[in-house]
């Protein structure tokens, strides 16, 4: 059973710092993309950054420089070290992990986390 359980969220203020971990389990967790979404109030899903199981990652614009994601295989687990935030950053963040076996796409997702930002 594939499980990815993030933690780490909660209320941050302006300018200031989060980290998000996703912990994996049930997956071979070196061989997928590993990937942070975020889905605001009526908003859609949108990616926030990403990472190959190559190591290539993939920044949102509005989170690059801001945002840096990053894995541990030995803990099967991705981070998201979140600098500089702003209101607009609040959100429910979710872990997805992304492979693709013998032609079938696999995505799973994560229970999703609060980001509040705000003063």
């Known amino acids: 059973q594939v499980q990815l359980v993030e933690s780490g969220g909660g209320l941050g203020q302006p300018g200031g710092s989060l980290r998000l971990s996703c912990a994996a389990s049930?997956?071979?967790?070196?061989?997928?993309?590993m990937g942070w979404y975020r889905q605001a109030p009526g908003k859609q899903r949108e990616l926030v950054a990403s990472v190959t199981s190559g190591g290539n990652t993939y920044y949102a614009d509005s989170v690059k420089g801001r945002f840096t994601i990053s894995t541990d295989n030995a803990k099967n687990t991705v981070y998201l070290q979140m600098n500089s935030l702003k209101p607009e950053d609040t959100a429910v963040y979710y872990c997805n992990a992304h492979s693709v076996r013998f032609y079938r796409e696999y995505n799973y997702w994560g229970q999703g986390t609060q980001v509040t930002v705000s003063s």
């Open positions: 049930g997956i071979i967790f070196r061989l997928n993309d």
